[in-house]
């Protein structure tokens, strides 16, 4: 059947490359407008749904300069890199010939390279002047005439055009791809309302994907230093909808798996139980995410989570009543939203009254802080540590602003310099220990079932508890229980990472924990 001859329901249905066995369908309605359900019961682990990318391009923002071929982080000779054609920053000559650079936007930049300067005074690439936000954009543009079929394909996306331009600013933050796209690079058969189209259906449903610094795809593996993140465009996946309970979690394969984005129930999900992903971070505050996506996705999340101020329960965007640490030190309450009133949060035990507006300022500016630190390899364990310390203060333990410190902590216990397994106390073991197992406490609440988060706290907890046991096998009678809690953790860590992807650290993380598990097992019997 042609594919103008296709609904678009047909399309949809093509898009999925697993077993041919469909577990989903689509629905439509007002609040969530295309949506997926299952088309059976499907259990935790299994597959959903496969697909390939329609494509793909670099990070909109890099902090450090990033090849276009490849999407790794530059690391070599500034003044040598790049495309000897168009000048775009590329890291070797086998980079410069992929052909989804080469046949695409490296034609365009070359004829109009009179156009461009992307380097300073000294002949180094300057980051500010290389318009990655341009890439996947021309990409996308160029498919219409080069790919007809395709450019039908990404056009079943919704764009939410009227939506974003009634976004304070957008249309004039997209000014300058438009004038590039049309007046640097010639692309003026595209009227501005085309291309800003393309740039709102990019908005609305690219997914990306961390690139761990390894050699994976990378041209010059030596090279390689800093993780990066990619630009993807999937369609029948687009049509996943949001909630911070979801009951599936997506798996985005490497460059050399073509980038394949597998999704798999974390749960049961019942035949006509809607399919759903987090577009955002689930261990955020509700402040947090709710920010993220109005400004990422244009909508406020109502989802059970986000309407009940206790997070089901964890607490992990509650913060301790300050009223309350002067009236009654010894007896703390804990300050949550008012569901009845949305400019007001409110002491659960003194009953004061805090504005929404100081709580979203403060939340913001802790949540800023700690964010550098998880960015900055230079902080040391130690420098960790004491932010917890300062704002524990503030935070209830469960909030999701220490939490994602801590659950970096978990793996950092082990990993760097002067804490790995062989060097750490045992105090630092017990430390380890117990980030683990409040980290597991979270999870249980907010990200239950197989995830990949779960997979990994539960190798992390093994190896605390499995070296804290052979520390203490001789003295304490404990020690032994330790041991065979250790093994349950990696047995079942090892089930739910089974299937990640052997180019990402859980992957890898596997490898290594299944080699090793049959002398563990050994050894703790």
């Not at 007002?30 to 390939?52: C, H, Q, S």
């Not at 923002?61 to 999407?71: A, D, E, F, K, R």
């Not at 041209?219 to 999937?234: C, S």
Request: hydrophobic fraction near 35%.
């Amino acid at each position: 059947m042609e594919l103008q001859k296709k609904s678009e329901l047909e399309i949809l249905h093509a898009r999925d490359i697993s077993d041919g066995n469909r577990r989903w369908e689509i629905e439509k309605n007002e609040k969530y407008g295309r949506y997926m359900v299952a088309a059976k019961d499907i259990a935790p682990g299994e597959i959903i749904l496969t697909e390939e990318p329609i494509t793909w391009g670099p990070y909109t923002t890099n902090s450090v300069l990033v090849c276009v071929g490849c999407y790794r982080h530059i690391n070599g000779n500034l003044r040598d890199a790049g495309c000897n054609r168009c000048h775009l920053p590329i890291c070797s000559q086998k980079c410069s010939n992929i052909k989804k650079h080469q046949n695409l936007e490296c034609i365009l930049f070359e004829k109009f390279k009179h156009n461009f300067n992307f380097r300073n005074d000294d002949g180094e690439y300057d980051i500010d002047n290389i318009p990655y936000t341009v890439i996947m954009i021309v990409r996308l543009l160029l498919m219409k005439e080069k790919s007809p079929e395709n450019w039908r394909i990404f056009n079943i996306l919704e764009p939410l055009l009227d939506e974003w331009k009634r976004m304070s600013s957008w249309e004039d933050d997209q000014e300058n791809i438009v004038k590039i796209v049309r007046e640097s690079l010639g692309l003026d058969v595209f009227a501005q309302e085309d291309i800003l189209k393309v740039i709102a259906i990019c908005c609305t449903n690219t997914f990306s994907k961390f690139l761990e610094p390894d050699n994976e795809g990378a041209a010059n593996p030596e090279n390689v230093t800093v993780g990066t993140r990619i630009r993807i465009i999937f369609v029948l996946s687009a049509m996943l909808s949001h909630t911070c309970t979801p009951n599936a979690e997506q798996t985005i394969h490497g460059l050399s798996n073509n980038l394949l984005f597998v999704l798999r129930a974390t749960r049961p999900i019942r035949c006509g139980e809607q399919i759903q992903i987090s577009y955002t971070e689930l261990l955020a505050t509700t402040i947090n995410r709710q920010f993220n996506l109005l400004i990422s996705k244009l909508f406020v999340c109502q989802c059970e989570r986000c309407t009940d101020p206790t997070d089901l329960g964890s607490y992990s965007s509650a913060l301790n009543c300050t009223i309350c640490m002067k009236k009654t030190p010894d007896s703390i309450g804990l300050i949550l939203a008012c569901p009845s009133n949305s400019d007001q949060w409110q002491c659960n035990k003194c009953h004061s009254k805090f504005s929404t507006v100081n709580i979203q300022n403060l939340v913001f500016k802790i949540h800023e802080e700690l964010e550098k630190v998880i960015d900055n390899p230079a902080i040391t364990i130690d420098g960790v540590e004491k932010l917890i310390k300062k704002y524990s203060k503030f935070l209830h333990p469960h909030n999701g602003i220490l939490t994602r410190v801590k659950y970096n902590l978990c793996g950092q216990y082990g990993r760097m310099p002067g804490y790995t397994l062989m060097e750490m106390t045992p105090k630092q073991l017990q430390r380890k220990k117990e980030l683990c197992t409040d980290m597991m406490e979270v999870l249980d609440i907010l990200q239950p079932g197989m995830t990949s988060r779960r997979g990994l706290i539960l190798y992390e907890l093994h190896m605390a508890l499995m070296l804290l046991g052979k520390m203490n096998l001789k003295t304490d009678s404990k020690a032994k229980e330790d041991l065979k809690k250790s093994l349950k953790c990696l047995n079942e860590s090892l089930k739910i990472l089974k299937d990640e992807p052997r180019n990402t650290f859980a992957g890898q993380l596997y490898q290594g924990a299944k080699a090793s598990a049959p002398e563990i097992d050994t050894f703790i019997r």
